[in-house]
Each structure stands twice: as structure tokens, then as C-alpha cells.
């Protein structure tokens, strides 16, 4: 077995109706909060009232901060100027997966000094995060990345074409608080998107080159509940059994890709996310059946014996729900079921967002550069990659 090291987020507290719990929680890192949210829906629902009241019954202030979509370089420098003048001892990040993510880079840098573009790899500095950063909890409203118990914050850089992550282990919040309830209003597009990413992260963790026993498990109990409740979460919003199934499997999911790492999905992601209008679940959604069928036809052929075939049979058997298909179905179903998945969630394809067969060349080149595609399990050539991108058009 070769040696492997696991790390997650500390204390999780999941279950419906426990963001009432959010004041007690908070109140063990101080008395004045930065509240990170999203520019949308959030405080609409009430949310951000409910929140108010929790903390000033436990006797904390707070301040807010809104990002706007995807959170920029720039975005996490003016969270960080927020918090100090403000003088926050700890941060909440009540949101979806761009608040997390936002709420995470600001605690980060609060701790270690500098702006963003210091630490984010590829377009920044790429120095370390080198201490703990300031006690921040993760409420996620959509169940989708899983930022809340990933060690990295993808951040945007729209001026360079590109996003990127700031990453370590520092990064990840003292606290998440995963109550499905809050997922309750999160409209039907967003549910499918989110899902799909969360199914994504699941499958590309399972089958990665680094993935580990310890997140295995988890990854196929994952997969399980999204194949089972993501429809119906998507067709009947307010299903909340489906939308727990889903706010677990997604918790799951940002376990175990910051564990075991991810695929060629997520390689093309992030080129294609930072180039073009594209929501990221939207893109991992168009991507799966392709880099499914793409892994599994380039491992047939040049390494049948390989273990990630049987890994791949499992993801078939979970996604169809059916133990009893042979290797062959199990891996037909791969392709087949995710395919019909992103039909049925009515997931837009790429050219959508004005993706055109002129841009596949530097995308591919773009995707293999990319963190993610080194954890994919098969070595797949800009041709073939070229090919999938095309289908997903
Ligand atoms: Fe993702």
C-alpha cells in the first residue's frame, strides 16, 4: 500500500435544524464576526437575520462581507481590509461554494499576512501559508463543492485568464456546519449544477492516482446517495431527505478530493471557468460522461489489467444501484448513466457559454498544465482530450 496522509476539517455538525447551534459554535473563538456571504439570495431568505439573532443571543457582534460570484484576488484582499478594521476575531461563511471559498482565503490571509496574489499557485507567488488561519466555520446553503472541508480556496484572476487555488491544510475552518434545511430554497438550476459537482469530485476521487483507503469508502457512500437523491432534490426541492442526501454527499465529496485529488474533469475546469462564462458545476456536469468514457476506453486498451477498471465497475454499480452487473455493464453504466443524469437535470452543453471548437487547442493546453489532470488515471493525449471537449460542445 503506498503511504498516504489524511487530513479534514476537525469538527463537522451535520443535520437538519442545526444552524441554531451557529451562536453557541461561534462563541468558543470570540466575540466580534465577519460574516462572508454571497451577493445573491442569501439574505433574502432570512437567512442573515436568523444568523444576527443566533449570535447576539450568545453575545457576539458582527460585520458583513459580500462577494460576488466567484471570489477574485481582489475581492479576498478587500474581505481581509474588512475583518482588520472591524477588528474580527473569527469569520462565519454562510453560503455556497464561492462564499466558502472567499470566507476561507480572508481567514487565511488574516493569520499570515499579504495579499492573495502571494499565495495563489500557478498565476500568484506561490508562497506558503505558514500559520493557522483566524477561527472561521463553514454553513454551506448549496450542497455542491464541498468547500467546507476542502484545504483550498479557488480564487479567480480574470485579468490572467485563470483561476486558482490557495492551498494548505491551515485553510480548513475549526467548524462545518452542514444543515441541509438551509438548502431548502436553492433554486432547481443550481441544485443540478451543484450536484453534479459534487457527484464529480466523488467519482474523480475514487478513481485518482492518489486516492486513498481512508477516503474510498466514503467516496462510494457518496456516490450512493447523490445516484439515489439528486433527481429528486432537482424535480421537488423541498424533498429534505434528498436534499440531506445531497448536502452529505457533497460534504463528502470536498473530503475526499483534498485527500485523494481529482481528474481530467476538473483539469479542464479551471481553464475553462477563468476563460468563459461557465458555472464550475455546470462544466464538470457537460464533462463526466465524456472523461468517463474517454478513462475507461483508454484504459481497456492500454492497461486491461489495470485496478482502476474495477474501481470504475463500482462507481457503474453504485450509479445504477445494481451490485449484481458484470464488469462490461458496470462500466457501460458509467457512461451511460451520467449521460442520461445531465439530460434529465437539463445541464446546458459547453457552447452555451460560447465555447467554440477554435478554443479546444489552448483549452487542452491549458488542462493538462493543470493540478487536477495529474491525478487522472489514465494518460490521455491532447488528441483524445481534444475529442472530449468537443463532444461536451
Ligand atoms: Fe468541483
Known amino acids: 500500500m503506498p503511504p498516504f496522509e489524511f487530513t479534514s476539517v476537525s469538527r463537522i455538525v451535520f443535520g437538519r435544524g442545526q444552524f441554531k447551534r451557529i451562536g453557541e459554535l461561534a462563541a468558543e473563538f470570540g466575540r466580534k464576526a465577519l460574516i462572508v456571504t454571497n451577493a445573491d439570495r442569501t439574505g433574502k431568505l432570512g437567512l442573515l437575520t436568523r444568523l444576527n439573532e443566533l449570535l447576539t443571543a450568545h453575545g457576539l457582534t458582527q460585520a458583513l462581507f459580500r462577494v460576488d460570484g466567484e471570489p477574485r484576488a481582489e475581492d479576498v484582499d478587500r474581505g481581509v481590509e474588512a475583518a482588520r478594521q472591524a ?21 487565511g490571509l488574516l493569520a499570515n499576512g499579504g495579499v492573495a496574489l502571494d499565495y495563489m499557485e500557478v498565476v500568484g507567488k506561490g508562497q506558503k501559508i505558514t500559520r493557522p488561519a483566524v477561527p472561521w466555520l463553514a454553513v454551506p446553503t448549496t450542497a455542491g463543492t464541498g468547500a467546507e472541508a476542502t484545504r483550498n480556496a479557488v480564487i479567480g484572476c480574470p485579468e490572467k485568464h485563470f483561476k486558482a487555488s490557495i492551498r494548505s491544510h491551515h485553510l480548513l475552518p475549526r467548524v462545518a456546519l452542514v444543515d441541509a434545511e438551509l438548502g431548502l430554497h436553492v433554486r432547481p438550476e443550481i441544485t443540478a449544477r451543484s450536484g453534479m459537482d459534487a457527484l464529480t469530485q466523488l467519482i474523480e476521487a475514487y478513481t485518482s492516482t492518489g486516492a486513498e483507503p481512508l477516503t474510498d469508502a466514503l467516496a462510494l457512500e457518496g456516490v450512493s446517495r447523490a445516484a439515489r437523491s439528486l433527481r429528486r432534490a432537482y424535480h421537488r426541492g423541498d424533498d429534505l431527505d434528498a436534499r440531506e442526501d445531497m448536502a452529505l454527499a457533497a460534504l463528502l465529496s470536498g473530503i475526499c478530493l ?34 468517463l468514457a474517454a478513462n475507461i476506453a483508454a484504459l481497456r486498451a492500454g492497461a486491461p489489467e489495470s485496478p482502476v477498471l474495477a474501481r470504475y ?77 468537443r463532444r461536451a460542445l
Open 87 to 107: 477588528q474580527c476575531e473569527l469569520l462565519i461563511a454562510v453560503g455556497g461554494g464561492s462564499a466558502i471559498d472567499a470566507g476561507k482565503a480572508i481567514a
Open 258 to 291: 483534498s485527500a485523494a485529488g481529482l481528474g481530467a474533469v476538473h483539469g479542464f475546469a479551471a481553464p475553462l471557468g477563468a476563460q468563459f462564462p461557465a458555472p464550475h458545476g455546470a462544466v464538470c456536469a457537460a464533462l463526466l460522461p465524456h472523461v
Open 313 to 389: 465497475a463500482a462507481v457503474g454499480r453504485t450509479l445504477a444501484g445494481d451490485a449484481s452487473l458484470s464488469q462490461a455493464q458496470a462500466l457501460d453504466a458509467c457512461g451511460r448513466i451520467t449521460r442520461d443524469l445531465v439530460a434529465e437535470l437539463s445541464i446546458p452543453r459547453l457552447g452555451q457559454y460560447g465555447i467554440t471548437e477554435s478554443d479546444i487547442a489552448g483549452l487542452v493546453a491549458l488542462a493538462r498544465q493543470s493540478s487536477s489532470m495529474r491525478y487522472n488515471p489514465a494518460a490521455l493525449s491532447a488528441d483524445v482530450l481534444a475529442e472530449v471537449l
